[in-house]
């Protein structure tokens, strides 16, 4: 053992353990100089379906892959075909995606009409829930809400939309795909306007989302975190809402009970304030046929997201379906980097929604001409 005068050791755990750290770092080094182009000719890994991952969806979507070009190494292989374009649309992750999105099962709006019927149990309404029943919860199986009279009185008398009611419609998502779009002309034009948890609409994004509102959601999430349950923060709530002016506020009431108490007081406050702005609950039965029609079509989520939800509504409602922010990648079509949301880059909450896997439903409709979806600068 080496020491100095003092007994203490020279050569202790702290300088074995730097003496370790070095030694690995220059064998993994020399391993990237002998192997690293065979790594790339022979194939990158696919990691799973992450986030990072999913971002270069370019190209065409009626990939195939050439029977010649198969290798053992499956989804591994570096190149599946012959073809003049970039790496990545060549990798292996592209290749699947654009795999995933051609095999999204076919969609049929009657069937859609059959199991879910938007306008008769979009919203809970006196006439599809009549007092004196026990209203289901949608994910507390085992509670329920007694429909007694005061509840009653918060539900509108019956649906205030009917089948194909307008003529265009559009249903705005709130991705940074929106920024520098210049679509707020566009989506203001449209006959009736959907958005998504109550996103900022001020002349300071006007431009490029728009200021028409005709129906906005609301996550009771938001109401508990920004607005402390409506405890205090009732008239800066209040205040917020004005910027969608006399659109209908819609929030999943009867989700668990936890969400009842925060939509109600929702209801209160639009009450106390005299305001012109109508209050819907989404009807849990509608919510949970809405999640076993989105099932067979292969999208199984802890919860589908509030844009899909509206968007399925749509199609009900509405001759033409028209997105706008609807995307789920950290790059746009053009390989350009962009933020989260059009007005921040905060990320969701990991494995609630499966966004990419909505969004794949949305391109497949799309190359159906079940809708249209936007993804770049309007005119």
Same mark, same amino acid.
């Given at each position: 053992?080496?020491?100095?005068?003092?007994?203490?050791?020279?050569?202790?755990?702290?300088?074995?353990?730097?003496?370790?750290?070095?030694s690995f770092a220059i064998v993994t080094l020399l391993q990237q100089i002998l192997y690293g182009k065979n790594y790339i000719k022979s194939g990158l890994h696919y990691k799973g379906e992450n986030t990072e991952e999913l971002d270069n969806v370019t190209g065409t979507y009626n990939f195939m892959i050439d029977e010649g070009q198969k290798t053992n190494s499956g989804l591994n292989s570096r190149y599946f075909e012959l073809r003049e374009a970039s790496f990545e649309y060549n990798s292996s992750t592209c290749w699947k +995606?654009? !795999?995933?999105?051609?095999?999204?099962?076919?969609? #049929?709006?009657?069937?859609?009409? =059959? /199991?879910?019927?938007? %306008?008769?149990?979009?919203?809970?309404?006196?006439?599809?829930t009549p007092k004196g029943i026990k209203l289901k919860y949608e994910v507390d199986s085992s509670g329920f809400l007694f429909i007694d009279a005061e509840v009653f009185q918060l539900?509108?008398?019956?649906?205030?939309?009917?089948?194909?009611?307008?003529?265009?419609?559009?249903?705005?998502?709130?991705?940074?795909? +929106?920024? !520098?779009?210049?679509?707020?002309?566009?989506?203001? #034009?449209?006959?009736f306007v959907f =958005? /998504?948890?109550?996103? %900022?609409?001020?002349?300071?994004?006007?431009?490029?989302?728009g200021l028409k509102t005709d129906i906005v959601?609301?996550?009771?999430?938001?109401?508990?975190?920004?607005?402390?349950?409506?405890?205090?923060?009732?008239r800066p709530f209040y205040e917020v809402l004005q910027a969608y002016e006399n659109a209908s506020v819609v929030m999943p009431a009867f989700y668990n009970t936890r969400n009842t108490d925060v939509s109600f007081r929702v209801k209160y406050v639009l009450d106390d304030f005299e305001s012109q702005q109508s209050m819907f609950y989404f009807h849990p039965r509608y919510?949970?046929?809405?999640?076993?029609?989105?099932?067979?079509?292969?999208?199984?989520?802890?919860?589908?997201?509030s844009g899909l939800m509206l968007v399925t509504a749509a199609m009900e409602l509405c001759e033409e379906v028209h997105l706008y922010g609807f995307w789920a990648f950290s790059m746009d079509p053009s390989g350009f980097y962009i933020t989260h949301h059009y007005y921040d880059n905060v990320k969701p909450r990991p494995g609630?929604?499966?966004?990419?896997?909505?969004?794949f439903n949305f391109?497949?409709?799309?190359?159906?001409?079940?809708?249209?979806?936007h993804t770049g600068t309007c005119s």
């Open positions: 053992m080496y020491s100095d005068p003092s007994g203490r050791d020279l050569l202790g755990n702290r300088t074995l353990f730097f003496i370790f750290i070095c +995606l654009r !795999n995933e999105i051609t095999e999204v099962k076919g969609l #049929s709006i009657s069937h859609l009409t =059959r /199991c879910c019927n938007a %306008p008769v149990f979009l919203f809970t309404t006196q006439k599809n539900f509108p008398k019956e649906m205030p939309f009917t089948r194909s009611q307008f003529k265009k419609c559009a249903v705005i998502g709130n991705g940074g795909i +929106l920024k !520098n779009s210049r679509c707020g002309n566009e989506i203001d #034009s449209a006959d =958005r /998504c948890n109550l996103p %900022p609409i001020s002349e300071k994004y006007a431009t490029d989302v959601t609301i996550n009771p999430s938001i109401v508990t975190e920004r607005f402390q349950k409506l405890e205090k923060w009732r919510i949970e046929n809405v999640s076993r029609f989105w099932m067979r079509q292969g999208l199984r989520a802890k919860r589908l997201s609630f929604h499966k966004m990419t896997t909505e969004i391109l497949h409709m799309h190359s159906k001409g079940i809708l249209q979806v």
